[in-house]
């Protein structure tokens, strides 16, 4: 029997543990309270056995059935009856609490002004008690008809011990004036088991409900502030501290002997005959012995009951009703008692419908996944039988191979549905780079943190689904930066999410041994794919097509043209006639304009040239910007050679509108090109590159007045890079 409440620090660990009084709790308004109506028995593993429902935590048990209790956050705490005879289950109704003694079939249920008592045998009120005949007095349950309260001086901190028959109300007498910590123990027949404390030392009496007197009384050798302890007619057992060992004693002999659990979080400690029952009722991280139900006796004959245990209580036979687990059976309530043998045996008598070995429901992942309405990333849920266990989460692009790979902490997440694993996917993989579109596997392991069983396996797939991005190369709606470093060709993918600010990038390279080439430009899709090109001038003049491919680089050159070494500036990707495909338009050593229009053919991309302009021989660089301005045409920007900045609006016949000056102190940049729409807004963005390598991403506004952000870093850059486009 547990005595006194446990000191005050350690009250978050046993807020459900001690027998001496059913803990209160805000309850669920509940329907009108009827007479109870049978429930249909859960089928067992053995077709033969009929288990009874288990609907919450086990609280209290009396001859006709258990006391459930099920915390249900906001909305309160619902208490259950459910009665053996036939699993009938019935909701005790309540504004305030709900008080149970162990062993009776009396439940005191409370609301502001009244108590109420119900035998639960028969589902009837017995009587109730105003609350103003209660001033200031704590219930603590009832037997039949007899109710117990407790109140406590305000000053001193002394107890008395009320109680209510219907016959007379009266204090107990035999309880001392100085008695403090005064609980309530189980029901033995026609009396109650009372213990105290009186100047620090713990003292254990029984009080007779027929006269209301305690008698009986004799001094514990349980130490002050023990944490659990319990005993029957020939044992008693205890455990005085969360390091301390349990100490087991004969009462009929006197021997004592001791077992070193090591550290307890929530300690059981309860008496069977000559055997105690022990363990931590605590979800165990790490494997333990302790979570399981062991019975050991003074002179060290152990068994092992049950797997995991959360709650003990007696019944007025004197077996003890535990609610736990085995691998075998899952979770539920089991009845111990000592068999023929001499040793207590569990049998298994009601069922939760939980397993005890780690395993998982079925998926909550969408089968697509639209990543562009889900920006700031997507959470993605599994059910789990039990969250104290490590999860490994994969998520694996079919085509590609790449993938993302994290190590979930479930039981840590204080954020998320009971019962669920949850990974909050920002929607990158572990390369760095945004997910790929298409489809993908995902498989989870999950290997229980307490070494019960098997680790859980659970696989499937769902789909990806990005717009298409205009300089993306890989299928992942981010666009690529295509740079050369040194003869190399690498690919810089720009990632950007939520949870980091600004903007990464992602290098692979995808080319050697473009140092035979003078000038390199990304041009979009110039040869009717899906995928952006681009162009390479050699230095003989003659030009190149490299055609975008599914595998994030370029497919073998194709030769287009000669001649081109006439050109000094060439700018592709702006669509400057609106027939949708990208143009190109290059500078001569006169400083003429010349424009040749996207044919879409991959053979002969570019129509003829037109001259659309002359004097620009005043610019040392030009970019082709895409949409920037509002207009559906593409633009232009040109930097004069005091670093000054303009921008020339697309007219859509494939010449521009005068110039607009947009800023100055761009001669910092040694290249400068245009990225397609890096942030999602629909607007093209453009970026810089300083003679260190050190990037810089201005985001389109759309406004043409001031068609850019101000600058913000772009991570990843080299010191060797050399922008294209």
Not at 37 to 59: K, N, S
Not at 353 to 358: H, I, N
Not at 523 to 545: M, Q
């Amino acid at each position: 029997m547990t005595l006194p409440v446990r000191p005050t620090r350690r009250a978050l660990a046993v807020a459900a543990g001690t027998v001496l009084a059913v803990t209160a709790g805000v309850a669920l308004t509940p329907p009108a309270f009827a007479a109870p109506a049978p429930v249909a028995a859960t089928a067992a593993t053995d077709a033969a056995e009929q288990l009874l429902p288990l609907p919450g935590t086990l609280e209290g048990a009396g001859a006709s059935g258990f006391l459930t209790r099920e915390d249900r956050g906001p909305e309160g705490v619902l208490f259950r009856w459910v009665r053996q005879s036939d699993g009938a289950v019935t909701v005790i109704p309540n504004d305030y609490a709900v008080r149970h003694i162990d062993g009776a079939d009396s439940v005191v249920s409370e609301d502001r002004t009244t108590a109420t008592i119900r035998d639960m045998a028969t589902g009837t009120v017995v009587r109730t008690v105003p609350k103003s005949a209660l001033y200031q007095e704590s219930v603590l349950g009832a037997v039949g008809s007899t109710l117990l309260s407790l109140s406590t001086d305000g000053t001193t901190g002394f107890q008395k011990l009320h109680v209510y028959r219907p016959d007379a109300s009266t204090l107990a007498t035999g309880l001392p004036a100085d008695a403090t910590r005064v609980g309530v123990g189980p029901l033995k027949g026609g009396t109650v088991v009372v213990g105290y404390e009186v100047d620090r030392v713990r003292y254990r009496a029984v009080l007779d409900l027929a006269t209301s007197t305690l008698g009986g009384a004799e001094r514990s050798p349980v130490p002050f502030g023990a944490w659990a302890d319990d005993q029957s007619d020939t044992t008693r057992a205890w455990l005085s501290g969360d390091s301390a060992p349990l100490v087991i004693e004969d009462l009929t002999s006197g021997a004592r002997s001791s077992v070193d659990l090591g550290y307890t979080f929530r300690p059981l400690v309860r008496v069977l005959g000559d055997w105690v029952l022990f363990g931590d009722t605590r979800s165990f991280h790490e494997p333990s012995p302790l979570q399981a139900l062991r019975g050991r006796t003074v002179s060290g004959q152990e068994v092992r009951l049950l797997d995991t245990v959360t709650k003990a209580v007696p019944e007025p036979d004197g077996s003890l009703l535990v609610q736990g687990g085995t691998l075998a059976d899952g979770e539920g309530l089991y009845r111990i008692r000592v068999g023929s043998d001499g040793r207590p045996a569990a049998t298994r008598i009601a069922s939760n419908g939980k397993p005890v070995k780690l395993t998982f429901g079925p998926s909550k992942i969408p089968a697509v996944l639209d990543l562009d309405k889900n920006r700031t990333g997507v959470n993605l849920d599994w059910p789990l039988s039990r969250l104290n266990a490590e999860v490994t989460v994969t998520l694996r692009h079919q085509r590609t191979g790449k993938a993302r790979t994290a190590v979930l902490q479930p039981s840590s997440n204080d954020y998320v549905a009971e019962g669920l694993v949850r990974f909050a996917w920002d929607g990158t993989l572990d390369s760095g780079e945004r997910a790929f579109n298409g489809a993908y596997d995902w498989k989870l392991t999950a290997t229980p943190k307490d070494g019960l069983g098997p680790a859980a396996t659970a696989s499937g797939s769902f789909t990806v689904t990005r717009k298409a991005n205009a300089s993306d190369l890989t299928d992942n709606g981010s666009p690529d930066l295509i740079v050369r470093n040194n003869g190399n060709l690498d690919r810089l993918d720009l990632t950007h999410t939520t949870a980091v600010p600004g903007f990464n990038t992602v290098r692979t390279g995808i080319g050697h041994g473009w140092d035979i080439y003078d000038r390199v430009e990304t041009t979009r899709n110039i040869a009717g794919s899906a995928l952006p090109d681009l162009v390479a001038r050699d230095k003989k003049g003659d030009l190149w097509l490299y055609q975008g491919n599914a595998r994030g680089g370029y497919d073998a050159r194709t030769r287009i043209g000669g001649g081109w070494q006439v050109y000094d500036q060439i700018a592709a990707g702006s669509d400057l006639n609106r027939d949708g495909r990208p143009d190109l338009v290059a500078t001569d050593k006169a400083g003429d304009l010349w424009l040749h229009k996207g044919t879409g053919v991959a053979t002969a991309p570019f129509a003829p040239r037109t001259k659309i302009g002359h004097g620009w021989n005043a610019y040392n660089r030009i970019a082709a910007t895409g949409n920037i301005g509002g207009d559906p045409s593409g633009d232009l920007v040109a930097r004069d050679r005091s670093g000054v900045l303009w921008l020339y609006l697309g007219r859509g016949d494939g010449t521009f509108a005068a110039r607009t000056r947009i800023g100055a102190g761009w001669n910092t940049y040694a290249d400068f090109t245009s990225v397609a729409d890096a942030n999602g807004n629909g607007v093209d963005d453009l970026v810089g590159i300083n003679s260190l390598g050190d990037a810089k991403l201005y985001l389109g506004t759309g406004n043409w007045r001031a068609p850019y952000t101000r600058p913000q870093e772009l991570r990843g850059g080299d010191y060797d890079d050399r922008l294209l486009g």
